[in-house]
């Protein structure tokens, strides 16, 4: 009998034994990764386990607060560009008087939101989705609208062109050319890049949008100032808080309110057009240079919608070289490579490039290139009383023979200088003892050759003491000589006569001892104008 009951306690030792064993390896199961695996329902075993091992607590659901993913978008595609817009906002609102001012100061003019809208109607696609390609808020496609009303050829006082209002100085920054033949700073697509390339560089300075925005229309520097200004004196730094300028002080909530406005335009009674998600346009490749109204015309749009699409081609000639490409309504671009490919009525171009050798007059440019003056100063808006310096660049008529397309160097580089003329003067000098033709020229910086000429004597000849020399002066250079030096200025009230082609004075000269005016190149020495004893200054040419 003890032998049995000693057998059975050692049996229940074994057994109690295997228990305690099963239970350590079940708790240090429990607290391995890997069984933190098995826990969530992935059914795998550990390594020398037998069996899965379950989470002892009870499932509870997920809520949808629970559920955060960037990538859920709705099922539905946005019905129009107003909807895709509205969902793609993601700046912090502002909400102040002064937004409430702008909405009532647009919700009061329904006109005008009416013509920037329709107007924007073939921008505003390119632009969100270049906003939506880089996670940008769609929010900033409102921008042209705060800007330049949509308005691609706007230009404001301080010389910001386009609708995204680039200064010459910043559009060079962000590679927008601007040379004769094509201002980027009014193209669609070069001016909107650059744009968002801008704003994304000030959100990354401020990593604050509305401050962005301020920087945009005030200087990163300007903010900046701002904000080291403030900090120094212990305030906050948030856009509000900024002491700016009332033109970027009103800015952002221009901007808002037009934001809310697109978001519930029924609260303000505010009617937005119908803008289609859809491409307006598309590029075209341009191969050859070519008018603008051939362009328009093989196109079969509208000359006016041509230039609405480019209106960075601010000339009558698109310069393949520096207009690589062009926009076309989106059925159209087809028709325009249809027709241009068919096109056998002659040149694609009737307007070429000129390279200025030398400075001239617009006179004598004109006579050189087949134009008239008026003709060619409209069309290179060139302003009065003023020479073309050398190496400058303007539109001339492509004459038949012409078969070159512009170079690239002259495409990119062409640009158009100026330099006053210069104004001279009939003045009479009054001969010293011992003066010479030399020492006349010498005094007042001119060549003997002409003193000589122009008082028909030799260039060796000394004038009798109180004898009036002839010389034609620089009408400040005459100003200044007066005082003191001994000239006799000729008559103040005499009127200019009108610039002859080389600079000589013209036949109505005022004779000898009244005053004439004469314009030369800056660049060149004073024009040979010989006057006759006793009667006027004969013409000269070239």
Same mark, same amino acid.
């Given at each position: 009998?003890?032998?049995?009951?000693?057998?059975?306690?050692?049996?229940?030792?074994?057994?109690?034994?295997?228990?305690?064993?099963?239970?350590?390896?079940?708790?240090?199961?429990?607290?391995?990764?890997?069984? @933190?695996?098995?826990?969530?329902?992935?059914?795998?075993?550990?390594?020398?386990?037998?069996?899965?091992?379950?989470?002892?607590?009870?499932?509870?659901?997920?809520?949808?607060?629970?559920?955060?993913?960037? @990538?859920?978008?709705?099922?539905?595609?946005?019905?129009?560009?107003?909807?895709?817009?509205?969902?793609?906002?993601?700046?912090?609102?502002?909400?102040?008087?002064?937004?409430?001012?702008?909405?009532?100061?647009?919700?009061?003019?329904?006109?005008?939101?009416?013509?920037?809208?329709?107007?924007?109607?073939?921008?505003?696609?390119?632009?969100?989705?270049?906003?939506?390609?880089?996670?940008?808020?769609?929010?900033?496609?409102?921008?042209?609208?705060?800007?330049? *009303?949509?308005?691609?050829?706007?230009?404001?006082?301080?010389?910001?062109?386009?609708?995204?209002?680039?200064?010459?100085?910043?559009?060079?920054?962000?590679?927008?050319?601007?040379?004769?033949?094509?201002?980027?700073?009014?193209?669609?697509?070069?001016?909107?890049?650059?744009?968002?390339?801008?704003?994304?560089?000030?959100?990354?300075?401020?990593?604050?949008?509305?401050?962005?925005?301020?920087?945009?229309?005030?200087?990163?520097?300007?903010?900046?100032?701002?904000?080291?200004?403030?900090?120094?004196?212990?305030?906050?730094?948030?856009?509000?808080?900024?002491?700016?300028?009332?033109?970027?002080?009103?800015?952002?909530?221009?901007?808002?309110?037009?934001?809310?406005?697109?978001?519930?335009?029924?609260?303000?009674?505010?009617?937005?057009?119908?803008?289609?998600?859809?491409?307006?346009?598309?590029?075209?490749?341009?191969?050859?240079?070519?008018?603008?109204?051939?362009?328009?015309?093989?196109?079969?749009?509208?000359?006016?919608?041509?230039?609405?699409?480019?209106?960075?081609?601010?000339?009558?000639?698109?310069?393949?070289?520096?207009?690589?490409?062009?926009?076309?309504?989106?059925?159209?671009?087809?028709?325009?490579?249809?027709?241009?490919?068919?096109?056998?009525?002659?040149?694609?171009? @009737?307007?070429?490039?000129?390279?200025?050798?030398?400075?001239?007059?617009?006179?004598? *440019?004109?006579?050189?290139?087949?134009?008239?003056?008026?003709?060619?100063?409209?069309?290179?808006?060139?302003?009065?009383?003023?020479?073309?310096?050398?190496?400058?660049?303007?539109?001339?008529?492509?004459?038949?023979?012409?078969?070159?397309?512009?170079?690239?160097?002259?495409?990119?580089?062409?640009?158009?200088?100026?330099?006053?003329?210069?104004?001279? $003067?009939?003045?009479?000098?009054?001969?010293?003892?011992?003066?010479?033709?030399?020492?006349?020229?010498?005094?007042?910086?001119?060549?003997?050759?002409?003193?000589?000429?122009?008082?028909?004597?030799?260039?060796?000849?000394?004038?009798?003491?109180?004898?009036?020399?002839?010389?034609?002066?620089?009408?400040?250079?005459?100003?200044?000589?007066?005082?003191?030096?001994?000239?006799?200025?000729?008559?103040?009230?005499? *009127?200019?006569?009108?610039?002859? $082609?080389?600079?000589?004075?013209?036949?109505?000269?005022?004779?000898?001892?009244?005053?004439?005016?004469?314009?030369?190149?800056?660049?060149?020495?004073?024009?040979?104008?010989?006057?006759?004893?006793?009667?006027?200054?004969?013409?000269?040419?070239?």
């Amino acid at each position: 009998m003890k032998l049995i009951a000693a057998t059975c306690l050692a049996g229940s030792l074994v057994l109690a034994g295997c228990a305690n064993t099963n239970d350590n390896s079940t708790s240090s199961s429990s607290s391995s990764p890997s069984s @933190s695996a098995r826990a969530g329902g992935t059914g795998s075993k550990v390594a020398g386990s037998a069996a899965p091992v379950y989470p002892r607590d009870a499932l509870s659901p997920l809520t949808s607060g629970q559920a955060h993913s960037q @990538s859920v978008v709705t099922l539905a595609p946005p019905v129009d560009m107003w909807d895709r817009i509205r969902r793609g906002f993601k700046m912090p609102d502002l909400d102040n008087d002064l937004v409430r001012d702008r909405e009532q100061w647009y919700a009061s003019r329904p006109d005008y939101i009416q013509r920037m809208t329709e107007r924007s109607n073939k921008y505003i696609f390119h632009i969100v989705e270049e906003l939506e390609r880089r996670n940008m808020p769609t929010e900033l496609a409102l921008l042209p609208y705060i800007e330049s *009303a949509f308005n691609p050829q706007a230009i404001s006082s301080a010389r910001a062109a386009g609708m995204w209002q680039f200064m010459p100085a910043t559009g060079n920054d962000f590679d927008l050319k601007q040379n004769i033949f094509r201002d980027d700073r009014r193209d669609v697509v070069a001016s909107t890049r650059a744009a968002l390339d801008y704003l994304q560089k000030l959100y990354g300075m401020f990593g604050d949008w509305q401050l962005a925005l301020a920087a945009y229309n005030w200087g990163e520097g300007s903010v900046s100032r701002a904000i080291a200004k403030n900090q120094r004196l212990g305030l906050p730094t948030t856009y509000s808080d900024l002491t700016m300028p009332a033109e970027t002080r009103m800015y952002v909530p221009k901007l808002q309110a037009v934001k809310n406005i697109v978001a519930n335009p029924q609260a303000f009674n505010t009617e937005l057009p119908l803008i289609a998600n859809h491409p307006y346009f598309q590029t075209v490749t341009l191969t050859r240079d070519l008018d603008v109204e051939l362009a328009a015309k093989l196109a079969d749009v509208r000359l006016e919608d041509f230039r609405a699409l480019n209106p960075a081609a601010h000339k009558p000639v698109l310069i393949a070289a520096g207009t690589p490409q062009i926009l076309l309504p989106w059925d159209n671009a087809a028709v325009f490579q249809r027709n241009f490919d068919a096109y056998s009525q002659g040149q694609y171009a @009737s307007w070429t490039a000129w390279v200025v050798p030398n400075t001239m007059t617009v006179a004598d *440019a004109a006579q050189r290139s087949g134009m008239s003056e008026n003709d060619l100063r409209s069309i290179n808006n060139i302003p009065p009383r003023m020479l073309i310096k050398a190496g400058s660049t303007l539109i001339v008529p492509r004459g038949a023979r012409v078969k070159e397309d512009v170079a690239a160097v002259v495409a990119d580089g062409g640009h158009l200088s100026f330099q006053p003329e210069i104004v001279t $003067r009939r003045t009479t000098v009054k001969a010293g003892r011992a003066d010479n033709v030399a020492s006349i020229a010498r005094r007042y910086n001119l060549k003997p050759a002409s003193v000589a000429e122009w008082n028909d004597v030799k260039p060796n000849h000394a004038f009798k003491r109180g004898y009036s020399v002839v010389v034609y002066l620089p009408v400040r250079a005459t100003v200044a000589a007066r005082a003191g030096t001994g000239i006799r200025a000729t008559s103040h009230a005499a *009127a200019p006569a009108p610039a002859r $082609r080389g600079g000589a004075p013209s036949k109505s000269a005022a004779p000898r001892g009244a005053g004439s005016v004469v314009k030369v190149p800056a660049s060149s020495k004073q024009q040979v104008v010989r006057e006759k004893r006793g009667g006027t200054p004969s013409k000269k040419k070239r």
